[in-house]
């Protein structure tokens, strides 16, 4: 992840040199490379928009992945009814720290599943109190970290790709690992579509021999059916409502560069590359998607609508007030009401900000200082 060493290193000379321009998934490629619930269903309700009429936003749970190597991953709680902000509130409940570089979080059923890449860690809350359930440690038979870096969730079932070229299959109600297949090379990425699981396969770690494929897993099997060949170093991946899967294939930060991309999952091909979207992340709510760059020469970027019908952007300029974001770095949207929630980083040197905006671009709050290097927002 983009941390304040890196961001300090990518002023210099030698990163000019090297053009190693690097996001989410190769940050920690970048250093390694430099330093040698019981079975609920609620989460897929919340994936397909079919959700309780009564259902109402009574917190926000805010991830901030910290420093590499520096073990101060937090995560921090908003409650909308008492307007209560606890900046660490894993730590307030637990009593000790979350770890080093926590990359993703999500909710399924009663459970807050946290992925913790450096630490190797899926940490399991129960998501009423904040307590852990369960560490599930994520290494190899050797002792070889995994190095987790996102989940998704199917049928009781948690699916964790891990950089070191596996995904896990973890069931909700014992939280134990049933199975681990082997995918492509450092996957940065996991969703899942038409019954399939879609692993982005980023090779970042092998800098500069990227990896180009998705990998396509049989649910029922889980089982590898296909490779999809899609641009170099991908890793970003949602799915629409009609099944089509869209990624971000990050380039090498040169010559190549981002591309937003789009696989048809009942075909399993990709159809489609959008050359002139120059994605870095971006997250889909209701067959909308809402896309950021960030340029870190020049400190600079934007968020568009993309319209996942039409296939086209809609809006060049999501937030139409003027409000201005320094460093955007999670992008994510309350299921509830659309609201459009955002991560500033702020130039990665401090602890950043969320802003909450209507889904017409304009800022309704601001949660000041809520960690450092924000990255992931899950509502309750």
């Given at each position: 992840?983009?941390?304040?060493?890196?961001?300090?290193?990518?002023?210099?000379?030698?990163?000019?040199?090297?053009?190693?321009?690097?996001?989410?998934?190769?940050?920690?490629?970048?250093?390694?490379?430099?330093?040698?619930?019981?079975?609920d269903d609620m989460h897929d309700k919340l994936r397909d928009g079919t959700l309780p009429e009564t259902?109402?936003?009574?917190?926000?749970?805010?991830?901030?992945?910290?420093?590499?190597?520096?073990?101060?991953?937090?995560?921090?709680?908003?409650?909308?009814?008492?307007?209560?902000?606890?900046?660490?509130?894993?730590?307030?409940?637990?009593?000790?720290?979350?770890?080093?570089?926590?990359?993703?979080?999500?909710?399924?059923?009663?459970?807050?599943?946290?992925?913790?890449?450096?630490?190797?860690?899926?940490?399991?809350?129960?998501?009423?109190?904040?307590?852990?359930?369960?560490?599930?440690?994520?290494?190899?038979?050797?002792?070889?970290?995994?190095?987790?870096?996102?989940?998704?969730?199917?049928?009781?079932?948690?699916?964790?790709?891990?950089?070191?070229?596996?995904?896990?299959?973890?069931?909700?109600?014992?939280?134990?690992?049933?199975?681990?297949?082997?995918?492509?090379?450092?996957?940065?990425?996991?969703?899942?579509?038409?019954?399939?699981?879609?692993?982005?396969?980023?090779?970042?770690?092998?800098?500069?021999?990227?990896?180009?494929?998705?990998?396509?897993?049989?649910?029922?099997?889980?089982?590898?059916?296909?490779?999809?060949?899609?641009?170099?170093?991908?890793?970003?991946?949602?799915?629409?409502?009609?099944?089509?899967?869209?990624?971000?294939?990050?380039?090498?930060?040169?010559?190549?560069?981002?591309?937003?991309?789009?696989?048809?999952?009942?075909?399993?091909?990709?159809?489609?590359s959008f050359d002139n979207i120059n994605a870095l992340n971006f997250t889909i709510h209701k067959d909308?998607?809402?896309?950021?760059?960030?340029?870190?020469?020049?400190?600079?970027?934007?968020?568009?609508?993309?319209?996942?019908?039409?296939?086209?952007?809609?809006?060049?300029?999501?937030?139409?007030?003027?409000?201005?974001?320094?460093?955007?770095?999670?992008?994510?949207?309350?299921?509830?009401?659309?609201?459009?929630?955002?991560?500033?980083?702020?130039?990665?040197?401090?602890?950043?900000?969320?802003?909450?905006?209507?889904?017409?671009?304009?800022?309704?709050?601001?949660?000041?200082?809520?960690?450092?290097?924000?990255?992931?927002?899950?509502?309750?």
């Amino acid at each position: 992840m983009i941390m304040k060493n890196i961001f300090l290193l990518l002023k210099t000379k030698t990163y000019k040199r090297l053009r190693f321009k690097t996001h989410s998934m190769s940050l920690a490629a970048f250093i390694f490379l430099l330093f040698l619930p019981s079975c609920d269903d609620m989460h897929d309700k919340l994936r397909d928009g079919t959700l309780p009429e009564t259902a109402e936003l009574t917190q926000i749970f805010v991830l901030s992945e910290g420093l590499f190597n520096m073990n101060n991953s937090t995560l921090a709680m908003y409650n909308f009814r008492t307007k209560e902000t606890v900046s660490d509130y894993f730590l307030a409940v637990n009593k000790r720290g979350l770890g080093d570089t926590a990359n993703d979080m999500a909710l399924y059923g009663s459970k807050l599943y946290v992925v913790v890449n450096v630490s190797s860690q899926i940490e399991i809350l129960d998501a009423a109190t904040g307590k852990s359930l369960k560490q599930i440690p994520m290494f190899s038979d050797a002792g070889v970290a995994s190095q987790p870096r996102y989940i998704d969730f199917h049928a009781g079932k948690a699916y964790v790709c891990s950089f070191d070229g596996t995904v896990a299959k973890i069931d909700t109600a014992s939280m134990k690992i049933e199975s681990i297949i082997t995918a492509g090379r450092n996957p940065d990425g996991i969703c899942i579509a038409n019954n399939k699981i879609y692993v982005s396969n980023s090779g970042g770690l092998n800098f500069p021999n990227y990896d180009n494929t998705v990998s396509v897993i049989d649910i029922p099997t889980f089982k590898e059916i296909k490779k999809i060949k899609v641009g170099i170093n991908p890793s970003e991946i949602h799915a629409d409502s009609e099944g089509d899967v869209y990624l971000v294939s990050r380039g090498d930060y040169g010559v190549n560069g981002y591309k937003f991309q789009r696989i048809n999952s009942s075909t399993d091909v990709m159809e489609q590359s959008f050359d002139n979207i120059n994605a870095l992340n971006f997250t889909i709510h209701k067959d909308t998607a809402y896309i950021y760059n960030y340029d870190f020469m020049s400190n600079s970027s934007w968020i568009k609508v993309f319209d996942c019908k039409q296939e086209k952007i809609v809006s060049e300029n999501f937030i139409t007030d003027k409000t201005e974001i320094q460093t955007p770095y999670g992008i994510d949207v309350n299921p509830l009401n659309g609201d459009v929630y955002i991560t500033d980083a702020c130039m990665f040197t401090m602890w950043g900000n969320v802003l909450c905006f209507d889904n017409k671009g304009k800022l309704k709050f601001k949660i000041k200082e809520i960690g450092l290097n924000p990255n992931k927002i899950v509502f309750r």
